[in-house]
């Protein structure tokens, strides 16, 4: 056989050595490939790859997989963006409208240019993803059957876990309709009634039992609902106005923020006058505002603090002053002003900041002498809400999780677990979520046996100065379609309009998709040792070649890849 | 201008050939720019290709004898030789009746800018139609690192250590291809490899003598972190030192990658070979890239208009 | 000139009296060279312009690279037959001297590149006329050397190197002298292609730049090889001297005409060898057949092949001979005549001992007369050993 045709028998990674100068060809041409150089002996440094945690996943007090869900509308897979988000929050296209979504205030992006819309993109998953058919009612696994006392997001949350883990749940709800306050405590133009009674359907389609118009205490002792369930999940919210301790205030014309946009949600004709103080900074305030406003009055916002103490959604606020409510900062009422029972103004003290309290925002001080009046036909008190626990025998606190109230342990002599603002104080509608997934744990690991689980080990979170800005130029924000002040201020029609699919993945283009991976290629086009390949969407290192120069992990744009040392 | 899509979320998937004709194993060293711009030409050529390399870092990244890290074949000739080479190897395969073959002239700076600008510039004159590639690293860096005509300004080399760089600017090797009037003409970055398959590919379908001059980022020359070389190639581009362009015919000027037009201290600062500059310097690298470039865009709108 | 007519057909065969330059042009043509490249030197020129002529005008079928340098030329030659061409090239003096990495490239690529090189002296001072130490300078690149005596045996050299060139994997040279050979027309009989394509089929090598079988050609050898790959390359000079023989009786079994490695003149009985090489050996067959009618014992080795050497040849019919006189066109500076040397070195395990006079003549052109060729030969009969290494011949003292 010829030197040539032996050399075509070698494999290619096949060293070729030469025992005398016959077996040698007569030039010198290659016979083998420099596969035969296993150049990975050469790497001091190893690229692995390892996925970190992006920091809007992170700041998600539900857990969504923000990074996941934007990567899947990227792709255009709605349906799937919006099954990802429904693994821990049943209601994106909720959320998809009234979060706060402290995922934005941490997005990696805002250094760059502005945040990612994800609230927005949140949306368009539970709008578009939605397929019009129902869900498949999950296996009944367990036999237990959980009462859950209150439907607004924490109940409807909890129960909705506690199904798909395929328990029998039944909501008692006080109100006629299910909801709580997603359906009266945000107003028709924020979160319309026909998304949430879309998503409340869904949750009928796991086999979870709504009786509506159940007032537990009141209607039902809690001892008979203990008696005909396995447990019981307490999420009754927090509805009660908190109080401002005013001179007057019990005068007719003075309104509590919660309780009118509960009568303006339910349909009720709300009479207002034109001039309307707002007491308050909060979502609540700014929601009465603009309710009021829609109702003809000329609604004006008065808060002790200035713009950046207030505790609204910042989207929110900037939505009332385009809409044309006007705002006081650095003033709080001290008398209501009555003429017969029926108020007629407010007298006020205006306010300056003093140092930090307790929840590190600066504490208003008043300033002596600074009183003014307002000639009011409406005052709206928006300070703050409680948890309204009459129902429960006196004095008896509730916590996260388990109760563990001696009072009520000894009246109920069964565990029960309660969640939501009822239990955590007064919180956004995702924290209630999130507390109602706990809870559906917690009640899970109670009914199982199971022990708590192991604390989560701290994520290792993506830095800004991780993301390779080589990959990533300057692009403002999508901006969705909404209507125009004029269009809006005199209905509650919705107003933000969504993203349009296109516009959701122009914006999901400018997801950084911080320490994931979104199969870019990088690595194994700008690898010197063409040692990196992908299958599907994973990619292997072929360490027999890599020799770790590093490019891999520089070029990734998210650092998704971590160069560790050899072991030598 | 082509639209480099460095924003998108995939900028680079999909959009090279997917074949890879230069092998893994080969005896480059860490973040080697020239063994990835190999890389990247073989993909855009195909395995219809012939390649010449005359001596420079790919005598050795090319593996030693009997392996070789091409699938396709490969001649090492003497150092001057690589357009006289490859001419020869076109000649030979026409004659052949396999004319149709590409040849690919593959050589470093100084075997190019330096040692084999005469054949180079036979090749160019008489339009042989080959593929003429100088990958350059900006020195003799197989020899250990030695100023060649394209090292830049004040740049540390062995020969031109820090007490006493460069004095020269580097030598201007687009324009003298250009005033060969060869069809085509044009230069590329590793950073931007879809740019750079493109320029190649264009190549391969022209007639004639087409010089494609790709900067390639050294390491241990520049001084630079392994991981840095597609940044540094990069950086190039975007502060205007290697400006992304080509030339049809040795007149028509075209700019292919509108750069930002960082400051050059963003390229010079990740270079030890560039550690010792001072800000009168850098401020003088600045202007004379400026100036450069400048020139460079009349003679684009010159054509244009 | 051949007319366009009759070219488009290929080379006409038949008798012709044509230059020793045009009769390269003719063996290179009917070799079938596919790729020329060359750069222009005198006296070399006429052989690439005849090229150019017969590619011009369809006779031949080649590829002609009007390089920038001879150095570009020997590269342009390797590359093309890197793939498998047959290639071409010619030169002299400064331009084989330029050439000189490329020939050490082609010999160790194993490539069959066949070159035509005019003797010409070396430069400064500027000369165009012959002498041999251009091309000796190349001795030890591991070319093959074929110096060339005729017009005819130019031609068929060509064709000759080729055979053997392509079989043992090595490139080969023919050497011509300036003018004396290369200006001078004589009667030249230009075989029939049929029978050159008979004679030399066309080239096939094992290994080639072939697409469809992708290998790196030359690429940085370890001690542990490059020692073996240069014994082959020895081996390939050795086989070559049987090779160039074969080759030889073949061509003359076809073309009734041979030349042998070496040819022995008249040396049957002789007191004295006379050893040359190029065209002094048909002033020295005149200046023998004179002094044989005179009834001296005289005879003549031509030296053919200088590389590979035929040492046995050179033992064979020079050992038989008491004196031994060597006339070179060339020196080794610092030592002596290179042809003088090497017949020494061939003769020196070898024996019995035979005195040998080495005589440096007709550098840079200089005549080198029957005249001076009797001088040379008187000198060596009257002297049982030579008084010097170095007999110089006509040097105004």
Same mark, same amino acid.
């Given at each position: ?8 028998e070698?494999a ?8 005398s ?8 041409v290659?016979l ?13 440094l190893r690229?692995v790859?390892?996925?970190?945690e992006?920091?809007?996943?992170h700041?998600c ?18 349906a799937?963006?919006r099954?990802?988000?429904?693994e ?11 979060c ?7 997005c ?7 945040p990612?819309?994800?609230?927005a ?11 019009g ?21 924490a109940g409807?949350?909890c129960?909705y ?19 709580? =306050? ?9 979160l319309?009634?026909?998304?949430l009674?879309r ?10 039992e ?10 039902l002792?809690?001892e008979?609902l203990?008696?005909?369930?396995d ?7 927090a509805?009660?106005g908190?109080e ?15 309780e ?18 707002v007491?308050?900074?909060?979502n ?8 009021a ?14 713009r950046a ?8 606020v900037?939505a ?8 006081t ?14 108020l ?6 205006? =306010?300056?900041?003093?140092?930090p309290?307790?929840t590190g925002?600066?504490?208003? =001080? ?7 009046k ?12 409680r948890p ?5 025998p ?9 109760v563990?109230?001696p009072?009520?342990v ?5 565990p029960?677990?309660?969640g ?5 104080g007064a ?19 109670h009914?199982?046996?199971?022990p ?10 993506v ?19 909404a209507?125009a002040?004029?269009e809006?201020v ?20 400018r ?12 690595c194994?086009?700008y690898?010197?040792d ?8 994973q990619?292997e ?5 890599c ?14 890849i ?7 | 201008m082509?639209e ?5 979320p995939y ?14 194993g ?9 063994a990835?711009?190999m890389?990247?030409?073989?993909k855009?050529?195909?395995e ?10 790919w005598t050795?990244i090319?593996?030693?004898?009997p392996?070789?890290a091409?699938r ?9 030789t ?13 004659v052949l ?6 040849v ?8 190019t800018?330096d040692?084999?600008?005469?054949a ?6 008489r ?18 690192i ?9 740049a ?9 760089p ?16 060869i ?13 750079l ?8 379908a022209?007639r ?11 390491p241990?020359?520049?001084k630079?972190a392994s991981e ?5 190639a ?16 040795g ?10 037009g ?5 390229y010079?600062?990740?270079q ?21 470039w ?8 010159a054509?244009?208009? | ?26 063996g %290179?043509a ?7 490249? %060359? ?15 017969f ?6 079928r080649a590829?002609f690279i ?14 093309a037959? %890197? ?23 082609a %010999?160790g690529a ?9 003797n ?9 006329w012959?002498?041999?130490n251009?091309?000796?300078s ?10 060339c ?5 130019a031609?068929?050299?060509?064709i ?5 060139a392509?079989?043992v ?8 002298d300036a ?5 001078t ?7 029939e292609?049929?029978?050159v ?13 072939d697409?469809t ?7 940085i050898?370890?001690p542990?090889e ?11 000079m050795?086989?070559?001297l ?5 080759a ?13 490695l ?6 049957e ?6 050893v040359?090489?190029g065209?002094?050996?048909?002033t ?5 057949d ?17 590389r590979?050497?035929p040492t ?5 019919h020079?050992l ?24 020494k070195s061939?003769? +020196? ?13 007709g550098?840079g052109?200089r ?9 040379i030969?008187? +000198?060596a009969?009257?002297?049982?050993r030579?008084e010097e ?5 006509g040097?105004?003292?």
């Open positions: 056989m010829s030197t040539k045709a032996k050399a075509k070698l290619p990674d096949r060293v070729v050595a030469f025992a100068e016959r077996e040698m060809p007569p030039l010198a290659s083998g490939t420099s596969l035969a150089n296993k150049t990975g002996s050469w790497r001091y690229p790859y390892e996925e970190k992006p920091p809007c996943n700041a007090p539900a857990g969504n997989d923000i990074r996941g869900f934007i990567a899947l509308i990227l792709k255009g897979k709605l799937e963006a099954e990802l988000l429904c821990t929050n049943p209601f994106p296209a909720i959320t998809g409208r009234v706060h979504h402290p995922c934005e205030l941490e990696n992006r805002q250094k760059l240019d502005e990612l819309s994800i609230r993109l949140e949306r368009l998953a539970g709008d578009e993803g939605y397929n058919k129902g869900l498949r009612p999950p296996r009944r696994r367990h036999k237990e059957r959980i009462a859950i006392v209150g439907s607004g997001p409807l949350s129960a876990f506690l199904a798909r883990k395929g328990y029998q749940v039944a909501i008692f709800e006080a109100e006629r309709k299910p909801g709580g =306050m997603l359906r009266w405590g945000i107003p028709e133009y924020r319309p009634k026909a998304v009674e998503e409340l359907a869904l949750l009928r389609d796991l086999g979870i709504f009786k509506a118009g159940l007032r537990v205490g009141q209607d002792r809690l008979e203990q008696a005909g369930y447990t019981i999940f307490l999420a009754v919210g509805t009660a908190v401002l301790e005013l001179p007057g205030g019990e005068a007719a014309g003075v309104l509590h923020g919660l009118f946009l509960k009568r303006v949600n339910f349909g009720e004709r709300v009479e207002l006058g034109e001039r309307v103080a007491i308050g900074g909060g609540t305030a700014m929601d009465a505002a603009r309710v406003l829609r109702l003809g009055a000329k609604p004006v916002v008065v808060y002790r603090r200035t103490e207030m505790p609204a959604i910042p989207e929110e900037e009332a002053l385009e809409e044309g409510v006007e705002f900062f650095l003033a709080a009422p001290i008398e209501v002003l009555t003429a017969n029972g029926q007629k103004g407010a007298r006020f003290i205006k =306010m300056e900041l003093g140092p309290d307790e925002r600066r504490r208003p =001080m008043p300033i002596k002498g600074s009183e003014f307002l000639e009011l036909d409406n005052l709206i008190l928006a300070v703050g809400e309204d626990l009459s129902f429960l006196e004095g008896v606190k509730l916590r996260e999780g388990r563990n109230d009072v009520l000894e009246a109920l002599r069964a029960i677990f309660a939501g603002d009822a239990a955590t919180g956004t509608v995702v924290e209630a979520i999130a507390s109602g997934r706990r809870g559906a744990e917690a009640i899970d690991r009914l199982r046996g199971l708590e689980p192991e604390p989560e080990r701290e994520p290792v979170l830095p800004f100065e991780r993301i390779n800005l080589d990959y990533f130029e300057p692009r403002p924000r999508a901006q969705g379609r209507l002040v004029p809006r005199t209905n509650f029609e919705e107003i933000e309009l969504g993203l349009s699919l296109e516009q959701g993945q122009l914006e999901a283009e997801c950084f998709s911080c320490g994931g991976c979104n199969q870019c290629d990088n194994i086009t690898c010197p063409v040692a990196i390949s992908r299958h599907d969407d990619y290192v072929d360490y027999d070649y020799k770790g120069c590093g490019i891999c992990a520089q070029e990734c744009p998210r650092w998704v971590s160069l560790v040392e050899e072991e030598k | 082509i480099i899509k460095q924003s998108s900028p680079l998937r999909g959009v090279l050939p997917t074949d890879e004709l230069m092998l893994s080969h005896l480059a060293c860490q973040g080697c720019g020239a990835l711009v890389r990247y030409a073989l855009a050529l195909g219809r290709t012939i390649a010449v390399i005359p001596a420079c870092c050795i090319a593996g030693a004898f392996y070789s091409l396709v074949p490969l001649f090492h000739t003497a150092f001057e690589a357009a006289s080479a490859a001419a020869g190897i076109k000649a030979g395969l026409e009746g396999k004319g149709d073959i590409t690919l002239a593959w050589a470093g700076d100084g075997g800018f040692i084999g600008l005469q180079l510039s036979g090749a160019a004159e339009n042989d139609d080959i593929i003429y590639v100088c990958y350059d690293n900006e020195a003799y860096m197989n020899t250990g030695q100023r060649s005509s394209a090292t830049p300004w004040r540390w080399t062995t020969t031109t250590p820090t007490r006493h460069k004095d020269e600017p580097k030598k201007d090797m687009m324009a003298i291809m250009a005033a060969h009037r069809p085509y003409a044009a230069t590329a970055s590793p950073a931007y490899p879809e740019d398959v493109r320029k190649m590919q264009k190549a391969k022209i004639g003598t087409k010089f494609i001059h790709i900067i390639s980022p050294c241990p020359g520049w630079s840095l070389s597609v940044k540094l990069r950086l190039a581009v975007q502060t205007k030192i290697f400006p992304l362009y080509e030339v049809e015919n007149l028509k000027w075209r700019i292919t990658l509108e750069p930002k960082l400051p050059v201290e963003e010079l600062k990740l030890g070979r560039f550690r010792h500059l001072s800000p009168e310097e850098i401020r003088k690298i600045q202007e004379t890239v400026d100036a450069e400048a020139r460079l865009v009349a003679k684009a709108k054509e244009a208009s | 000139m051949a007319t366009e007519v009759e070219l488009k057909a290929g080379i006409p065969s038949g008798k012709k009296v044509i230059t020793g330059n045009y009769a390269v042009s003719y %290179a009917l070799a079938r060279a596919q790729v020329i490249a %060359a750069y222009p030197i005198t006296p070399q020129t006429q052989i690439v312009e005849l090229l150019a002529d590619c011009a005008e369809g006779a031949l590829n009007k390089v920038e340098s001879e150095h570009s030329a020997m590269a342009a030659c390797i590359g037959a %890197a793939v498998g061409a047959r290639a071409f090239t010619a030169t002299s003096a400064q331009g084989l001297a330029l050439m000189h990495e490329m020939l050490h490239w %010999a194993r490539l069959p590149i066949v070159m035509a090189n005019v010409r002296a070396m430069g400064p001072p500027w000369s165009i012959t002498d041999q251009d091309s000796l190349q001795r030890d690149t591991g070319w093959m050397q074929f110096y005596e005729s017009n005819q045996e031609l068929d050299t060509v000759q190197a080729y055979k053997v392509e079989k994997l090595l490139p080969a040279m023919l050497v011509l003018f004396f050979l290369s200006h027309s004589e009667p030249v009989e230009i075989p292609q049929g029978l394509d008979r004679y030399l089929p066309p080239y096939n090598p094992e290994f080639k730049l697409i079988d992708p290998r790196a050609f030359g690429g050898t370890m542990s490059y020692f073996e790959l240069r014994y082959k390359m020895q081996k390939a050795e086989e070559a049987e090779v160039a023989k074969a030889d009786l073949e061509f003359k079994e076809l073309f009734g005409r041979g030349y042998g070496v040819e022995p003149y008249r040396l009985d002789a007191e004295l060898a006379l040359t090489s065209t002094v050996t048909s020295a067959r005149l200046v023998i004179e002094l044989r009618a005179k009834g001296e014992r005289v005879g003549l080795l031509k030296v053919r092949l200088f590979p050497f046995a040849l050179v033992r064979e020079l038989k001979v008491p004196k031994i006189a060597v006339i070179d066109r060339n020196i080794s500076f610092g030592h002596g005549g290179i042809f003088a040397q090497e017949i061939a003769l +020196y395990n070898a024996e019995p001992r035979r005195p040998l006079f080495g005589f440096v003549a550098l052109g005549d080198i007369t029957p005249e001076l060729i009797e001088e030969i008187a +000198y009969l009257a002297h049982d030579p290494e170095i007999i110089w011949m040097v105004k003292r």
